[in-house]
C-alpha cells in the first residue's frame, strides 16, 4: 500500500544527490520540494523553494534525479508530498 512516509525516505536517502544540484557550498537554507507520486509509484519534482544565489540549473538537475526515484506502494491517484531538506 501506498504511504506517504515511505516517499519521505527514498527523498531522504537521496539527500547528498539532490543537494549537490545546488552546486553551492555551505549552503545554510533548507530547501522545499514538492513531489507528485503517480500512480505507477514514480516520482515527480512539481516545484522547490531554493535559497537564493543557487545555480540556475539547479532546478533542472533537481528534476532529473528526482524523476530517477520511485515508491513501492502505489497511490490510486497522483498523490504531492512535500519535503523539506535542512543543508546543515
Same mark, same amino acid.
Do not use: K
Given at each position: 500500500?501506498?504511504?506517504?512516509?515511505?516517499?519521505?525516505?527514498?527523498?531522504?536517502?537521496?539527500?547528498?544527490?539532490?543537494? !549537490?544540484?545546488?552546486?553551492?557550498?555551505?549552503?545554510?537554507?533548507?530547501?522545499? @520540494?514538492? %513531489?507528485a507520486v #503517480? /500512480?505507477?509509484? &514514480?516520482?515527480?519534482?512539481?516545484?522547490?523553494?531554493?535559497?537564493?544565489?543557487?545555480? !540556475?540549473?539547479a532546478l533542472?538537475?533537481?528534476?532529473?534525479?528526482?524523476?530517477? @526515484?520511485? %515508491?513501492?506502494? #502505489? /497511490?490510486?491517484? &497522483?498523490?504531492?508530498?512535500?519535503?523539506?531538506?535542512?543543508?546543515?
Amino acid at each position: 500500500p501506498f504511504a506517504r512516509v515511505e516517499v519521505q525516505r527514498v527523498l531522504a536517502a537521496h539527500r547528498h544527490a539532490l543537494l !549537490r544540484c545546488l552546486e553551492r557550498g555551505g549552503v545554510a537554507d533548507p530547501i522545499t @520540494l514538492r %513531489v507528485a507520486v #503517480r /500512480p505507477d509509484g &514514480r516520482l515527480v519534482l512539481t516545484s522547490a523553494d531554493l535559497p537564493p544565489g543557487v545555480s !540556475r540549473h539547479a532546478l533542472g538537475c533537481l528534476q532529473r534525479r528526482v524523476s530517477r @526515484l520511485s %515508491v513501492r506502494g #502505489r /497511490p490510486e491517484r &497522483r498523490v504531492t508530498v512535500v519535503h523539506r531538506i535542512g543543508t546543515s
